[in-house]
C-alpha cells in the first residue's frame, strides 16, 4: 500500500522561507512524476511544481524563481524548498506520485502553509 507522509509546514512571514518533505512508502512501480500541489480555501486544488523520473521539473508560473522542487538521496522522497513567500501562497499542501501504468495518482494527507502579512 502506497503511503505519502508529508511535513515541514507551518506558520511564516510574508518574504520567508519553509521546506516541505514528502517520503513515499510502499512504492513498487515506476513513478512518472513526483509533485507538489496545493489547495486553498475555496479554491480548487492546483499544480505547484512536479519532478519527473528523469529529474526533469515543471513549475506553476506562480512559483518560478521563488520555489524549488528536488528528489532526495533516498529513495521516494522529494522536497519543496519555498522561499520569498507571498500570503497567496497560504494553503494545504499535498505530496503526489504519479504512476505510470496504469495511471494513477496517490497523496498525502496534505500540510497546511500559512503565510501572514
Known amino acids: 500500500q502506497v503511503q505519502l507522509v508529508e511535513s515541514g509546514g507551518g506558520l511564516v512571514q510574508a518574504g520567508g522561507s519553509l521546506r516541505l518533505s514528502c517520503a513515499a512508502s510502499g512504492v513498487t512501480f515506476r513513478i512518472n512524476t513526483f509533485g507538489w500541489y496545493r489547495q486553498a480555501p475555496g479554491k480548487q486544488r492546483e499544480l505547484v511544481a512536479t519532478?519527473?523520473?528523469?529529474?526533469?521539473?515543471n513549475y506553476a508560473d506562480s512559483v518560478k524563481g521563488r520555489f524549488m522542487i528536488s528528489r532526495g538521496d533516498a529513495k521516494n522522497t522529494v522536497y519543496l524548498q519555498m522561499n520569498s513567500l507571498k500570503p497567496e501562497d497560504t494553503a494545504v499542501y499535498y505530496c503526489?506520485?504519479?504512476?505510470?501504468?496504469?495511471?494513477?495518482?496517490?497523496w498525502g494527507q496534505g500540510t497546511q502553509v500559512t503565510v501572514s502579512s
Open positions: 503526489n506520485v504519479n504512476r505510470a501504468w496504469p495511471k494513477i495518482d496517490y
Open positions: 519532478i519527473s523520473n528523469e529529474g526533469t521539473t
